[in-house]
Every structure is written in structure tokens, then in C-alpha cells.
């Protein structure tokens, strides 16, 4: 067994060989019972007095009794040293500090992080002692962080009723603010707690400032993953950096065992197939944020590491595993069920749950997709400076255009039919690609583009009051017929003699009404009804294509040969937003952001407090 350490002058040693070293280096001072050891056993950085094996072990012989001042353990520094590097404790002094009263010293470890130690009592501790919280003779009393509508929390420096910056320049603040300030001391500020804490728990005071700050400052430094406990909080850097992903990277993280690498999805993904290999229980990722926060970026990164350390297990007839398969979906998906809109250039337009079935010996057996909530109002109304889902756009730029009477003129494509950054024609070829990558068939894929025409033609017809009715009733304009007869045709519901043409266009025009055991009768509509009938058309034909495009996906994906409940299921929610005025659908979507991050991380966390209570109480 080898372990590192953290010695008292809080830099990071080691390895040492094994625990005998351990004791001398407690014997000689170099550590003590509260520094941080990490071994291949532990499955982070523990102090050796929460170890009472190892405590036990170590401490025979005892070791000597520590002098009366000593310094509080340090959080691991990213420098590394070897452990004959580590220097003994005669080779240090401690000055005494700044006397702040009742026996209690304000001191500075080596970068200088304020620590208390009471000169009485031997007490010592990171936080500024309780009789003291009120008082301004500390250094926290100067230092506070004030709320900030663009930037959320400042950290500044209070000068009388002045306050600069700690980056400088002068700040304003209203008494409002002040009130509501948050606590800060500049040595919390120091690289080694805002930017090298790679768990934000692990802040020397968690609250929103300091949590912010330190989100900030990492994300300047390129560090774009960090972690709360398990949860991952990832900042989307709108720029790839190539050398964070690919097999490399999945490969150090699949093998690096109780090593602790920095928070990645691959780390988040790795522990939730740990987690299924050692309880055998289903596990879940729920990805959740706002509009172009990275969700599916984030999902994505977590489905390729799970493909590659537990694919190539199912190869079908056609020679591919599932997992190649599952890499296919994405472009049908994202082509069908995202579209450009003001936030986010393929925004994902339902929610989307991927479960991933595996084998008993853990390698992955099949895949289910459960899609939720499909924007379908999009498809009959894009949002203005929007675009239509992608689908739309690449069956006006493919090989078929011409063949399905569309073009770039049509209304339901709205004002932004190019968008900078995506090819719609390449886009489609890949969509095409996948198709076959699928098993689903050429006549397939026809289909599905016809009735995407269809419904853009469907989006032509235009309605007048008919000069024939009584009631205002509506009628096909001239103009919109050729359309009409498109729309039947590519539905599958026109004939030869044009009657399914007529067909479709009285369902818009009229709508069935019965009473009681009265026979049916029809009920003209007026224009803008009418209008109303075609647009629920073009919803609900679009949202049928999507669900059969689902479930043709979800028959090619299944599991094969065994079926066992062991399953890791990922939760691409879609983004919450705030609009002007929120349409229904948007209403539905943030409501159920909301109640799913909800549930999950209150139920996570109450769940951690059940097990901290039951470990409490039942301590063997
Ligand atoms: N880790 C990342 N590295 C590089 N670029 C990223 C990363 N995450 C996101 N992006 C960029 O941001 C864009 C939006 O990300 P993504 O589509 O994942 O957002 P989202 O949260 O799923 O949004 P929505 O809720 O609208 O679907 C991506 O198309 C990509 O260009
Ligand atoms: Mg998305």
C-alpha cells in the first residue's frame, strides 16, 4: 500500500511505501493525526484521525505528544514534492499571531490562509471563533461580498461607507445591498481554495458568493468542470478544447481507480457504471440547465465513455454494436427535434431520456430513447428570428427538393432559413448516413422527408370567406390549391381523381359536431378557424412522424438475447427560459425543469442526510 500526504507545511508528499513510514513521519511531527493522507483504499483526501484503523496502526508505538501550537491541516496544493522532500518540525517557527482577544490568535499559514488558534485552551480552527462573529476588529469584518445584477456577487473591500473592488476600482452600493452582503475573507480568495478546489464543498464557507467567485475564477482558468459532491457543475466554454476528450482522456479516466482526477462528465459517467457494477441497481444522470448551458453536449460526453468501456458487447448481424448505433441517433434526433433559436443554434426542442440496458457482465446489451414534451408549436409557427426544426431546412437544400415541390420561399421556414455555422445539406447527407446506420430503409427515410414536405406545404394554404356561405364559412383561397394537392399527396391520402385532395381540405374547413344521439353534422369554419385546423394539422402530423421516428429507433436499439433490470438512464432535459411571454409549452418545460431538478437533488440530498443520520446513530 502506498499513501501521499499533506505535511505541516501543507504542500502534498509522498509516496510513501508503506504505513511503518507513515509512523515516523507522525513521530518526527512531519504529520499528525488531522493531516490528510490519500491511498490507494481511500476514495479521497481523509485526515488520519477519521481512519481509525489506520490511526490505530500508526499510533503504535504512540507517537509524541504535540506541542502546545500547531497548525491546522491543509488542503492538498497542486504542487507535488516527493516524500524525502518533506521537511521535519524542528525545522520550523511559529510566530504568535495577531492577539485578538479571549486567548485567541489570528494567524497566517504559509499562503496566508487566516486560521484561529487559542493560545489557552489549544483550540484551533479555520473559522473565526463564534464570541467574535459580530465584531470588526478581524480581517473579515473588511472584506464582504455585495449582490450585483450582471455579475450576481462582487467581492469587495469595505472602506467606511466606500467600498473598491478587490480587483480594483471603486463599487456602489445601496443600503439595500448591504444588508443582504455575504461574508468574505481575502484569504478565501487565494488561488489555492477559489481556483484549485476542484469540489466547491470543500470552500472554506459555501454560500453563493464565494461559490460564484470561485465558478468565475476556475472558468478563466479554463477549468470548465467542477464539482458539488457528486453533482457536476459544468460552464459551457462556447469553444472545444480537443485534448479534454477522445480515448485518451476516457482511458486515464477508466483506469485511474480511487486516483481523484478532476470533475468530467467521464468521472460522472464512470461512477455511475461503478455504482451499477457494485450494487447491481439502476442508476440515473440528470442533466439540467438553462438554454445552451451544454446539456446535450454533457450527455454526449457521458454516452461515449459509457460506449467505451462498456461496448462491443452485442454485435448484431450487420457486425455493429449498439453503441455505434446509439451514435447514430443523435443526428436523426437532433435533426427532427432541434432547431436554431436565439440562444442556442441547435437548441434541443423535447426532453429526451436514454436508458442503457446491460448484461450481466456489464457491457451494453441495448438502449431505449423516451422523448418528452416535443416543442410541436414550432412546427407550425417558428418563433420570429428563429428557425423551424433543422429537418425542415435540409429537406429544402437535399437532392429531393425539387421532386417534393418545396423551396427556400415557404412561410413555415420562417425569416432565417441559412443559419451561420450549420450545413444543412451535410447535415442531411449525415442524417441519411444514419438512417442506414440504423437498419431503417431508403423507402424510410423518403417517407419521413415527404411528410416533413407535406407539412410544408400544408403551411401554404391560405383561407377566404366563401361568397357561397351564409356563416362566414371559409374556402380553400385559389392561390393555396396546387399546395393542397402536394400536402394529400405526400400524406398518402390523395387518389387518382383527386377526391383525397377534397377530402383534407373539407377536415380544415369544417369541423364534426354531434348532440346527443342527433346524427353528426358538419359545422363550416370560419377563415382564421380554419387556419386554426391547418396549424393543428401540421402539430400533429409532426408530432406523430417524430414519435414513429422514436420508435423505429427503439426497435433497432433494443436488447438482444438478455434483458436484465441493470440500466443506467441519462436525462437530456430540455432548457428552461424566460420569454416576454411564455407560450404554454414553455410554461410546461420550465415547470418540469424545475420540478425534476427538484425532486432528484432533494431527494439526493435528504437521502445523504438519512444515511449521515443512521451512520450517527448506529456508528458500528
Ligand atoms: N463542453 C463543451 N465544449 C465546447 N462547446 C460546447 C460545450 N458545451 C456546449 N458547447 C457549445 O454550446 C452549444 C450549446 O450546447 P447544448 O446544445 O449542449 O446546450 P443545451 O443545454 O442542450 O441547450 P438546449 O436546452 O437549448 O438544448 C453547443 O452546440 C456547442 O457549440
Ligand atoms: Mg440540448
Known amino acids: ?147 450585483d445584477r450582471d455579475e450576481g456577487w462582487v467581492p469587495v473591500r469595505s472602506n467606511g461607507d466606500k467600498f473598491q473592488k478587490i480587483d480594483g476600482g471603486d463599487w456602489r452600493a445601496s443600503a439595500a445591498d448591504c444588508a443582504c452582503a455575504l461574508p468574505l475573507r481575502l484569504s478565501w480568495l487565494a488561488d489555492k481554495w477559489v481556483v484549485h478546489v476542484n469540489d466547491l464543498v470543500l470552500l472554506p464557507e459555501v454560500h453563493d458568493g464565494l461559490v460564484l467567485e470561485s465558478l468565475r475564477r476556475r472558468f478563466h482558468k479554463k477549468l470548465i468542470y467542477t464539482s458539488v459532491g457528486p453533482v457536476l457543475v459544468a460552464i459551457n466554454p462556447f469553444q472545444y478544447f480537443p485534448a479534454r476528450y477522445g480515448v485518451e482522456v476516457i482511458n486515464k479516466y477508466r483506469t485511474c481507480g480511487n486516483q481523484n482526477l478532476p470533475s468530467h462528465p467521464y468521472r460522472t459517467a464512470g461512477s455511475a457504471y461503478r455504482q451499477l457494477f457494485e450494487s447491481g441497481t439502476p442508476q440515473s444522470i440528470l442533466v439540467s440547465g438553462e438554454s445552451g448551458a451544454g446539456k446535450t453536449e454533457t450527455t454526449k460526453h457521458c454516452l461515449s465513455y459509457l460506449a467505451a468501456v462498456a461496448g462491443h458487447s452485442s454485435a448484431d448481424s450487420s457486425g455493429l454494436g449498439v453503441e455505434l448505433k446509439l451514435s447514430s441517433v443523435n443526428p436523426i434526433l437532433e435533426a427532427f427535434g432541434n432547431a436554431k433559436t436565439v440562444r442556442n443554434d441547435n437548441s434541443s426542442r423535447f426532453g429526451r431520456l436514454t436508458e442503457l440496458w446491460f448484461t450481466p457482465d456489464f457491457r451494453i446489451s441495448g438502449a431505449t430513447i423516451t422523448k418528452y414534451l416535443l416543442e410541436k408549436s414550432r412546427a407550425s409557427q417558428p418563433t420570429p428570428g428563429e428557425r423551424n426544426f433543422h429537418s425542415f431546412y435540409q429537406v429544402i437544400s437535399g437532392s429531393k427538393a425539387s421532386q417534393l415541390g418545396v423551396d427556400d420561399n415557404f412561410i413555415l421556414l420562417g425569416s432565417c432559413t441559412k443559419a451561420n455555422g450549420i450545413d444543412d445539406v451535410s447535415d442531411g447527407a449525415t442524417v441519411e448516413e444514419a438512417f442506414k446506420v440504423l437498419g431503417l430503409t431508403h423507402n424510410d427515410f423518403d417517407m419521413v422527408l415527404g411528410i416533413v414536405a407535406a407539412i410544408l406545404h400544408l403551411g401554404e394554404l391560405k383561407f377566404k370567406v366563401d361568397a357561397n356561405s351564409d356563416h362566414d364559412g371559409a374556402t380553400l383561397d385559389p392561390s393555396s390549391e396546387v399546395h393542397a394537392q402536394w400536402a394529400a399527396r405526400l400524406l398518402g391520402v390523395n387518389d387518382d381523381d383527386g377526391v383525397g385532395c377534397v377530402h383534407l381540405t373539407r377536415a380544415l374547413l369544417s369541423k364534426t359536431s354531434q348532440m346527443g344521439a342527433m346524427e353528426a353534422v358538419a359545422v363550416p369554419l370560419r377563415p382564421d378557424q380554419a387556419c386554426e385546423s391547418r396549424d393543428a394539422l401540421e402539430r400533429l402530423v409532426y408530432g406523430r412522424l417524430f414519435d414513429w421516428l422514436i420508435s423505429k429507433i427503439n426497435l433497432h436499439l433494443a436488447a438482444r438475447n438478455v434483458v436484465t433490470a441493470r440500466s443506467i438512464g441519462i436525462l437530456d432535459i430540455f432548457g428552461f427560459e424566460v420569454f416576454e411571454v411564455n407560450g404554454f409549452e414553455q410554461l410546461c418545460i420550465n415547470f418540469a425543469n424545475e420540478k425534476v431538478s427538484d425532486a432528484c437533488f432533494a431527494s439526493y440530498f435528504i437521502s445523504l442526510d438519512a444515511q449521515q443520520l443512521y451512520l450517527t446513530a448506529c456508528p458500528t
Not at 509524541?64 to 491543509?74: E, G, I, N
Not at 496544493?77 to 486567548?103: L, V, W, Y
Open 1 to 147: 500500500m502506498s499513501y501521499y500526504y499533506i505535511a505541516y507545511d501543507g504542500n502534498q508528499y509522498g509516496p510513501t511505501n508503506d504505513i511503518d513510514e507513515l509512523r515516523a513521519l507522525l513521530l518526527n511531527g512531519t504529520i499528525e493525526p488531522t493531516s490528510l493522507v490519500y491511498g490507494e483504499d481511500l476514495t479521497s483526501w481523509t485526515a488520519i484521525h477519521n481512519i481509525p484503523a489506520l490511526l490505530e496502526y500508526i499510533k503504535s508505538p504512540p507517537p509524541p505528544p504535540l506541542p502546545p501550537s500547531r497548525d491546522p491541516p491543509k488542503a492538498p496544493s497542486t504542487e507535488f514534492k516527493t516524500a524525502s522532500q518533506a521537511p521535519s518540525r524542528a525545522q520550523r517557527h511559529i510566530p504568535p499571531g495577531k492577539d485578538i482577544g479571549n486567548g485567541w490568535f489570528e494567524r497566517r499559514t504559509q499562503d496566508q490562509a487566516t486560521y484561529y488558534f487559542n493560545g489557552r485552551t489549544g483550540k484551533l480552527q479555520w473559522d473565526l471563533p463564534e464570541e467574535f462573529e459580530n465584531s470588526c476588529i478581524v480581517e473579515s469584518g473588511d472584506y464582504k461580498f455585495l449582490p
